[in-house]
């Protein structure tokens, strides 16, 4: 048994790569509600979060023999999540032009922040009011670990607006966290 998957995942893949229904769906109910946890971060709506969850294990069923073993399985179907978020953002400026915004250079705060400070829970949760851009380039820089470079492809925008967008989704944050903003 490969040392990157559970007992209860190794036993499911090998169905799920069959089409069995049955491992899908128990596959589906074992990592859904972590999945959906993932799609919330990105998409503004429970609406949307649930398209994006359907979507991402399309998606997941249609790749599942791509994935190697190499990493988590776990680690390897939220990345799937996270692109199909982006992808799900990406279609949606495409058709509102606008929906991520260019801005300004920001000079970089090197002091430490209040955002230093919180729990992870609470500082997703807030995360929640920042606007769609704002949001998506903080979740991706800040907590899936993309650098400016890689967010600029898969987002369509240039490396200075992704800095530029986290670092005042970080001032944001620090403003509502110290009470400064209404959320």
Known sequence: MNTNFTHTEASLIPSCLKG??????????????KLFTVC??????????????????????????????????EGW?????????????????????GCLEVFE?????KKPSALDNLYNKDLLGTSNNLSRGYRTVFHLYAIEGYSHKEIAAKLGITESTSK?????????????IEGKQTA
Do not use: C
């Open 105 to 109: 250079n920001s000079i970089i705060d």
């Open 40 to 73: 919330l971060k990105y998409m503004k709506n429970q609406m949307d979060a649930e398209d994006v969850l359907q979507e991402g294990f399309v998606k997941l069923f249609n790749n599942l023999h791509k994935f190697k073993g190499e990493g988590s399985f």
């Open 20 to 33: 069995d229904r049955k491992s899908q769906k128990a596959l589906y109910n074992l990592f859904a509600p």
């Open 164 to 176: 530029s967008q986290y670092l005042r989704a970080k001032a944001w944050l620090r403003t509502a």
């Open 77 to 97: 179907m939220r990345r799937i999540f996270v692109n199909t978020a982006i992808e799900h953002i990406r279609r949606r400026k495409m058709e509102s032009a």
